[in-house]
């Protein structure tokens, strides 16, 4: 078990290159096994999560290897070309429409979310107010954007990225690279990269995913859609992963009912069968879970006909797996709206496919920056992912230039104490809350933060307080007062998000701060120590201490 030192004062400065999304990547690697053959997943982050999952697709038959993309390019994740509504390459006739928050290429970088929901953030070059208010709204809002006329220039292809195949390796929790310079300056930033997966599914994968791995990832509850509609049985033990809340798979469950699957549990597994196939039909989701969403969606392509899912989720992973699985021969529609309908077809087709940015790691160096009173930009996603979040961190006093696959935010003084309150997308992401508590913690005034989505969120307020910050928490709201400086101790992650918050509130601290089972991070940055080097961090990863034995 390791942990993460660092010493308070740091001033977070320079670039930071994002690559793909955890969130998007564990999903995409479970739709492959919507098509027997080899396919392809680009621009992986290389965390534990991902390891985990391929060894969930090896014990259900697949062969599964790692190997290095080339350096990612600033926006790589991009696999829709010519537009929202445009023809996807290679689907034979499959479309993802209405498509807001998808990467696109090709076509205008305007796109803006269903219902022109959301600050306008997607236009290259937004400039920053000489008064220093922060982000200056174009005068005319960009809409959705349209699909192309039939006369349009076809579609370019989707970039294809060259693999080297390798074996597995194990993940690795930092890459070591130089320290900060002399003077505090960081050092040049190495050639960012990201990982490719390739799975080859078999005709036949098995049917049962194991405990011992489902416990660790909950992610991997992914299967049940794909194996249902391709084998029709699956056997899938509860899942894990982080201790945030419940998470219920009450939809996953209801919306495959009524699509004809039987399903019952037993001895900790889902078990599910639909012995005379999936069939189509209309799907209300009480909440608009992305995981629910993304399950119905994959068990819904080889369906016998039309499923209707109302109230889906519309996060850009979902617009990402929706984009894949219309390159594989899906028929899709609605994709980043809350309706997406599906309608089914007999097979799909293995595929390559690049893994959109993760959001919630640009969102936490925008942070960082903020919190550290820095000067960072971040690279590799789009802002419109982000346009609450940056949304926010503007009227606590920052400024923030954004272009279509990038954005830099800068903080000249201490921060001025703003409320949040998490929503499903385009709402602020529940997994960004850590650092709007820590960011509230050095601001000037009093925030109000409330937690709408999971009920366990707050659960590491109890570190935040081990290093002086003054919050009260009720129910499903945080009261934060803000201080000049926190303190440095020895704090303990508990999940992946509050790891990474409560390191970068240790930059904000006197003295020393140890985080521990920093494991959690490691779940979800990939090369979290050395990206904070690169920014001008002085930081340490190390053993932790042996726990002193006790004898009776």
Not at 191 to 219: H, K, N
Not at 249 to 264: K, T
Not at 429 to 434: I, K, N, R, Y
Request: with cysteine; aromatic share 4%; proline share 8%.
């Amino acid at each position: 078990m390791d942990v993460i030192r660092v010493s308070g004062g740091a001033r977070l400065a320079g670039e930071v290159h994002v690559v793909g999304a955890k969130n998007s990547a564990l999903k995409l690697m479970a739709a492959a096994l919507l098509a027997p053959g080899r396919s392809v997943i680009t621009n992986v982050p290389r965390i534990t999560d991902i390891a985990i999952m391929g060894e969930v697709l090896r014990r259900l038959g697949c062969e599964v290897t790692f190997g290095d993309d080339h350096p990612a390019p600033a926006g790589a994740g991009g696999p829709v070309a010519g537009g929202a509504g445009a023809q996807v390459p290679g689907g034979a006739g499959a479309q993802v429409t209405g498509g807001a928050g998808a990467p696109v290429t090709g076509g205008t970088a305007a796109a803006a979310l269903p219902d022109g929901a959301g600050l306008p953030l997607g236009g290259p070059g937004l400039p920053v107010s000489a008064s220093g208010s922060g982000l200056v709204v174009p005068p005319t809002r960009p809409g959705l954007v349209a699909p192309p006329a039939a006369s349009d220039t076809p579609a370019p292809p989707a970039r294809d990225i060259a693999v080297t195949p390798a074996s597995d390796v194990a993940v690795s929790p930092a890459r070591e690279i130089a320290t900060v310079g002399p003077g505090g300056a960081a050092p040049p930033v190495p050639p960012p990269r990201s990982r490719s997966v390739t799975i080859d599914v078999p005709d036949a994968p098995g049917t049962e995913a194991d405990y011992d791995l489902v416990r660790r990832l909950r992610a991997s509850i992914c299967v049940l859609g794909p194996l249902l509609a391709r084998r029709g049985y699956v056997r899938v033990a509860h899942p894990g992963g982080d201790a945030i809340g419940s998470r219920g798979l009450d939809m996953h469950v209801a919306g495959l009912a009524r699509m004809g699957a039987e399903i019952s549990g037993e001895h900790g597994f889902v078990v599910a069968s639909a012995p005379k196939g999936l069939r189509g039909g209309t799907i209300w989701l009480d909440f608009p879970s992305v995981g629910a969403t993304e399950n119905l969606v994959m068990a819904a392509v080889l369906a016998d006909g039309v499923t209707v899912i109302d109230n889906a989720a519309r996060e850009p992973e979902i617009v990402d797996i929706c984009a894949m699985l219309a390159d594989m021969g899906a028929r899709i529609s609605g994709a980043g709206t809350s309706t997406i309908r599906i309608e089914g077809v007999d097979a799909l087709r293995p595929v390559r496919h690049a893994c959109v940015g993760d959001r919630i790691v640009a969102g936490t160096w925008a942070f960082a920056a903020a919190m550290t009173r820095g000067d960072v930009t971040v690279t590799g996603v789009s802002p419109r992912f982000l346009e609450i979040a940056l949304d926010k961190v503007v009227s606590a006093g920052g400024l923030v230039e954004s272009r279509p696959d990038a954005f830099r935010v800068r903080m000249d003084r201490r921060p001025t104490a703003v409320d949040v309150v998490t929503l499903p997308f385009p709402g602020f992401a529940t997994d960004l809350l850590p650092m709007a508590i820590g960011l509230a913690s050095v601001s000037e005034g009093a925030s109000l933060v409330t937690e709408n989505i999971f009920d366990g969120r707050f659960m590491f307020v109890n570190e935040m307080a081990r290093l002086g910050a003054d919050i009260r928490t009720d129910g499903h709201h945080a009261v934060v007062r803000g201080r000049e400086r926190l303190s440095g101790a020895p704090v303990r992650a508990t999940d992946i998000r509050a790891g990474a918050g409560l390191v970068i509130a240790g930059l904000c601290a006197d003295g020393v701060t140890e985080v521990s089972q920093v494991h959690h991070i490691d779940r979800g940055y990939p090369d979290f120590v050395s990206d904070l080097r690169c920014l001008g961090v002085p930081v340490e990863r190390a053993l932790a201490p042996e726990e002193p034995a006790f004898a009776l």
